[in-house]
């Protein structure tokens, strides 16, 4: 829609903008959400497409992803065949309620940095051990995926701050992978959704998103147990299980429980194929 | 800036916030619509260098450079039709085509995979009115239209118009010097309004307006309209200075620009006395609860509809047939149990908008988006003290309605503000007015207790039911009469007791919603029906055969007195028994693997009236153009409906000539003298019998001058095609000399006597005990629509129409919280049916012919909603063993349904939300 408050556009933004932040300012990555809501509080857009960075960029310490990646991009990029976990990208860019002509504007970054519960590209980043690297006016610091989505709509960005990428350790992409997705309609938005990898050691990561306001991550030196698979999800605390139209908090917990399960029993299964 | 717009280029700078849907509105490409504004529905869709994007969420300045292409560049430069226009033609993808140009670009540019996965390809592209198996059938290159009249799968003759993006809907039209127009709106759910302090507004550069309650007309009225004014309460003022719900519009500035009319609303000053609200229908009832509509005094009119004080009882059903408590002593079986029915909204994509001007001769022309054009003339005629003939209300096309649009929610505004300014005015709603400010279903609070003998025979039926009006009596007696109605006189019983009361609260104002209240109270009725005959043994089938009415049987709900409701057909049996045998016979999807798993079928049936009481009035007039054609005039509206494809059947097969011939101008106050609208399923049984009786006296009338010209008999006259053919001699229709009278006609229709059609439903489900998952693995829906007018297009109709009340059943609840206020406000917080939420749904068709409807035809678009939900809900109790008494039926209340700890037996599931919605 219209944002009709919007007075300028800075469409070549440099590193020196992030010091002139003002309140009514805005950062615009794909717009896809940006434009999706009235902002009459908004004055001025910054257009991260206006710093050119390269979009992609896989090397031997792993994958980087520019915040701008529009995720038709990741979608469409060929990874290297023995960068197992990149099958979560297809599942991911799924999970996303935008179908693919939203793929074609929407961002990696813009999608962390909404920090909906329901983000996959939120999920995929922190399954995948994913570390932002964050821009300021005098400097930039690393923060992992998983700290750096703090709550609903809340991130560790201070004001002025933006994030310029995305690292994915290559330890992380050489993993197995499995992802389960459920929601309240057969394609809707996701109620739970999560991502287990596993390693050649037997060591299993599961990541809960959706279901909770933010990500939980929990580490197994090895598959674990229904029980204890329950008992480590009992450290989530009740609060942070997400309520509204998307799905009930006790469902969400019982979902979370249930597709946990799926997750161990499959990659358990394929450490003993 | 530089744009490659349909192959031209252009130099234009869009504004700094501004999207590339506007944008490109603003150049004239109209094609591209608004359902959202919030890349929810994709509407808006075009290709931005080759790939599909939705406009409303594209920043119009990074298309600079590029090549964008709209609907209306899609075809070739020589006009040639892409094959996915063409496919969309053939197939009839469509019905109120406002999604259309959208459906149509996102599908031109799928790949081959993503054709072959058309849930995920598609599920940016909400069609509210297909139910997306026509979508399915155009993408796949399917093809159903043929050529003929009446029987035949005729297309739509608007298609050609909107797979080009060429059909005009409501503000596809540039008007030179147009005014914006927006709303202020409550925060208060019930407040009196001190003062409004507007210096600040008109402040703003660009603002020319603000409109109050100072600036309106004191006159009372009702947004719903009715062919009978007094069957809504005069309730409504244009701007109050008491506002009873949270949303109601305050003000209205007037701007050169949308920017600076929502800056203006923004400076408003609005100092409010806060009021005490009710937000629950059963605690407005109670003595003392704060009373909304104190009875006016000096306002409206005394003898129209001026609901009772002090009281927030707005209408009451009390029907006595026989002794209830008798007919309970006689059962050997009962059940009781209360029911729920959520807030649930129309959803059409096209959101509610008018134009106004003054035309040449100073008449006040309002070009709007409703079903109901001759009624909202009468109505502004009254707000403004005009006559009729000062004031012109006329349809493009309408992007669908759903009984939302059956309803004056923009046109009185927008009246005001060119009737203040002398300027060309608009309004159009956003998304987000469409949940806080238009109309939804009503909720309703149904008792049902039911009595039977051990053989089945129904000996007592007992239902309380407490409708929310909301905050004005907008339809709100009219549907709790009519949901009252044909659910329950459907049934053969010596006994029924009825207490009903629509109720107002301080929550938004419910209206028209396709079913009409008969979606509600059926899902009580049937839900009670399946679990009676449960505990006496029977099949749900076997339950209804032993109780539902035949032909002869009088027809009773509340009142035993004379209707001129009739037997016309009668197709009821036909399809119980079709669905029935569907259900038994093998077919549908296999049931998932794994003992979570576990199915069930369920049914449910609906009666419905063709036509709604107490007149439905249509004219039509035909007259033979010197060309050769003839030239329609109906005032009834289309909105998606298809009436207009079978109005035209009717007169080619009435005229003897073909559909091609037929030039149709309707949904404009000077098409024809007056016309009651589109609404209560009316537009082929009662527009099509005064274009029956039209075609048909100009048939006389033809043959006549032809036999005068020919010099041969009238009788040996017969129409045909292209003229008149006598023997061998064929007289073309361009030749016909008009001698004397002019070769028209017209009819007329006052919709009585009245029929009844009949809707089935019946589904196999699979529901995962672990998530809560349901699966549909069978949907079959048989119907008794008389003569099959066009059978592509009715079984369209009932596709769409179980589709939408499967969003009901599964998904939709708009939610209002505990201080009034509407929490669900978009697409993707209100969730309708997408492709991959629809099953595929057998449509089976009753052999009957009507005797009371044109042509033997019965009405067909709003029933096939109501038995949906009640079907659904009685398969999911066959599976689960759980009865569910409120809606959706999503996983997570199915999940907290199952647990071990809910209560067991009925009325298990709590309703979706609390506080306003009963």
């Known amino acids: 829609m219209d944002l009709n408050t919007i007075q300028t556009v800075v469409t070549r933004p440099t590193r020196a903008d992030l010091g002139g932040w003002r309140l009514g300012d805005a950062w615009l990555a794909g717009g896809s959400w940006l434009f999706s809501e009235p902002q009459p509080h908004l004055r001025r857009l910054l257009d991260l497409g206006g710093f050119g960075w390269p979009s992609i960029k896989a090397d031997a310490e792993g994958l980087t992803l520019a915040a701008t990646c529009r995720i038709a991009e990741l979608r469409g990029w060929a990874p290297p065949p023995d960068w197992t976990a990149t099958a979560l990208i297809d599942g991911c860019c799924r999970a996303l309620l935008g179908s693919f002509k939203v793929w074609n504007v929407a961002t990696v970054g813009g999608n962390i940095c909404l920090a909906l519960p329901a983000g996959p590209m939120t999920a995929l980043a922190a399954a995948l051990d994913g570390v932002c690297t964050l821009w300021s006016a005098d400097g930039q610091r690393s923060v992992p995926v998983l700290d750096f989505v703090r709550g609903e709509r809340l991130t560790a960005l201070r004001p002025g701050e933006i994030l310029r990428s995305i690292h994915l350790p290559v330890s992380a992409l050489r993993r197995r992978a499995a992802l389960r997705q459920i929601s309240l309609s057969p394609l809707g938005r996701s109620g739970a959704l999560l991502i287990g990898t596993m390693g050649r050691a037997g060591d299993l990561a599961l990541t809960v998103t959706a279901s909770t306001v933010r990500p939980f991550r929990f580490d197994f030196p090895a598959p674990p147990s229904a029980d204890g698979l329950g008992t480590a999800l009992d450290a989530i605390p009740p609060a942070a299980y997400h309520d509204d139209v998307h799905g009930r908090p006790d469902w969400r917990r019982h979902v979370t429980r249930l597709l946990g399960r799926e997750i161990v029993a499959e990659l358990a299964a394929g450490a003993r194929a | 800036m530089s744009f490659t717009i349909n192959g031209t280029a252009v130099e234009r700078a869009p504004r700094p916030g501004q999207c590339l849907r506007t944008f490109l509105r603003d150049l004239g490409w109209f094609g591209v619509k608004k359902g959202c504004d919030a890349g929810d529905c994709g509407a808006c869709t075009v290709a931005v260098d080759g790939q599909a994007v939705q406009s409303c969420i594209y920043p119009a300045f990074r298309a600079e450079g590029r090549a964008v292409t709209t609907i209306e560049g899609l075809a070739g430069e020589d006009g040639r039709l892409h094959p996915v226009q063409r496919a969309f033609l053939d197939a009839q993808g469509f019905q109120c ?182 937000f629950d229908p059963e605690a407005a009832m109670l003595p003392g609860a704060p009373v909304l509509h104190p009875r006016p005094s000096g306002l409206g009119e005394p003898d129209v509809g001026v609901p009772p004080s002090p009281s927030n009882i707005l209408a009451t059903v009390k029907g006595r047939i026989g002794d209830v408590d008798a007919g309970f002593a006689e059962a050997d079986t009962l059940f009781e149990a209360r029911f729920d029915l959520q807030r649930v909204q129309h959803a059409h994509l096209e959101t509610h908008a008018a134009l106004g001007w003054l035309d040449a001769d100073g008449r006040l022309v309002i070009r709007c988006s409703t079903q109901v054009p001759f009624l909202t003339r009468r109505a502004l005629c009254r707000l403004f003290d005009l006559p009729a003939d000062k004031v012109r209300v006329q349809c493009g096309r309408v992007g669908g309605g759903f009984g939302g649009k059956q309803e004056m929610l923009v046109e009185d505004i927008v009246a005001l503000a060119v009737l203040r300014t002398g300027r060309p005015a608009v309004l159009e709603f956003s998304r987000q007015d469409q949940f806080i400010g238009a109309t939804s279903r009503h909720p309703m609070r149904i008792d049902v207790k039911l009595g039977a003998r051990a053989d089945g025979e ?76 449960r505990r006496l043994g029977l099949a749900p089938a076997a339950m209804r055969r032993r109780n539902m009415v035949r032909p002869g049987d009088p027809m009773i709900s509340v009142s035993a007195d004379k209707h001129d409701v009739e037997y016309g057909s009668y197709g009821l049996d036909q399809c119980l028994d079709a669905v029935e045998a569907a259900l038994a016979a093998p077919g549908g999807l296999p049931a998932p693997t794994g003992a979570q798993w576990v199915t069930g079928d369920g049914l449910a049936l609906a009666m419905i009236d063709t036509i709604p009481p107490r007149g439905h009035f249509s004219n039509a007039s035909i007259r033979l153009r010197r060309d050769g054609r003839f030239a329609l005039a109906v005032g009834t509206a289309e909105f998606g409906n298809g009436s207009t494809t079978v109005l035209g059947q009717i007169a080619a097969t009435a005229l003897g000539t073909a559909v091609d011939r037929i030039v149709i101008e309707q949904s404009d106050t000077d098409a024809v003298s007056h016309d009651t609208g589109a609404y209560g399923s009316t537009g082929v049984v009662v527009a099509g019998r005064a274009v029956l009786r039209a075609c048909e006296a100009l048939a006389t009338r033809i043959r006549k001058a032809a036999a005068d010209q020919m010099g041969v008999s009238p009788a040996s006259c017969r129409l045909e095609r292209d003229g008149v053919r006598s023997g061998t001699a064929l007289l073309s229709f361009a030749d016909l000399e008009e001698s004397g009278s002019p070769l028209a006609a017209e009819g007329f229709f006052d919709g009585t006597p009245r029929s009844v059609a009949f809707n089935v439903q019946g589904f196999r489900v699979a529901v995962n005990r672990h998530t809560g998952e349901i699966r549909i693995l069978r949907s079959v829906h048989a119907a008794d629509a008389g003569r099959v007018m066009n059978p592509m297009q009715c079984r369209g109709q009932i596709e769409g129409g179980v589709a939408q009340a499967l969003g009901a059943a599964l998904f939709e609840h708009l939610d209002i919280d505990a201080e009034g206020r509407v929490t669900t406000t978009t697409l993707r917080n209100y969730h309708i049916p997408a492709f991959a939420d629809v099953p595929h749904t057998d449509v089976i068709f009753a052999e009957t012919a009507d005797t009371v409807g044109p042509l033997g035809a019965k009405s067909m678009s709003e029933s096939p909603f109501n038995p949906v939900a009640a079907a659904l809900a009685n398969a999911v109790r066959d599976a689960t063993g759980v009865r569910f008494t409120s809606l959706p039926l999503s996983p997570d209340r199915i999940y907290a349904a199952l647990q071990p700890s809910a209560p067991k037996g009925v009325a298990t599931a709590e309703p979706a939300l609390s506080a306003g919605c009963a």
């Open chain 2, 97 to 278: 085509g406002f999604c259309t140009a959208g459906m149509i670009m996102t599908a031109a540019h799928l790949d081959d995979a993503q054709r072959r996965d058309l849930p995920a390809a598609l599920k940016g592209s909400l069609c509210r009115c297909t139910g997306y198996r026509a979508i399915a059938d155009a993408v796949a290159e399917r093809v159903h239209v043929e050529e003929g009249g009446v029987g035949c799968n005729a297309p739509a003759p608007a298609g050609p118009g909107l797979v080009t993006g060429a059909a005009a809907f409501t503000l596809d039209v540039r008007i030179d010097g147009l005014t914006h127009i927006r709303l202020a709106r409550s925060p208060h759910a019930h407040a009196r309004v001190r003062s409004i302090d507007r210096a600040a507004a008109l402040a703003v550069p660009g603002v020319i307006a603000v409109l109050t309650h100072e600036d309106a007309p004191p006159t009372l009225y009702s947004s719903g309209r009715h062919e009978h004014e007094a069957d809504d309460p005069f309730d409504t003022r244009l701007l109050d200075d008491v506002v009873r719900f949270v949303g109601q519009r305050v003000a209205a500035v007037v701007a050169e620009t949308e920017g600076a009319a929502e800056e203006g609303v923004r400076r408003l000053v609005v100092d409010y006395e806060a009021l005490p609200a009710v």
């Open chain 2, 458 to 533: 129904l000996t007592a039926m007992q239902l309380r039911v407490v409708s929310n009006t909301g905050a004005y009596g907008n339809h709100g007696a009219g549907v709790l009469h009519h949901g009252c109605n044909e659910s329950v006189s459907v049934y053969r019983c010596a006994n029924k007791r009825i207490d009903g009361h629509a109720v107002y609260t301080n929550t938004l104002p419910a209206g028209a919603f396709r079913g009409y209240g008969l979606s509600q109270v059926t899902f009580a009725v049937e839900s009670a029906m399946d679990e009676l005959a």
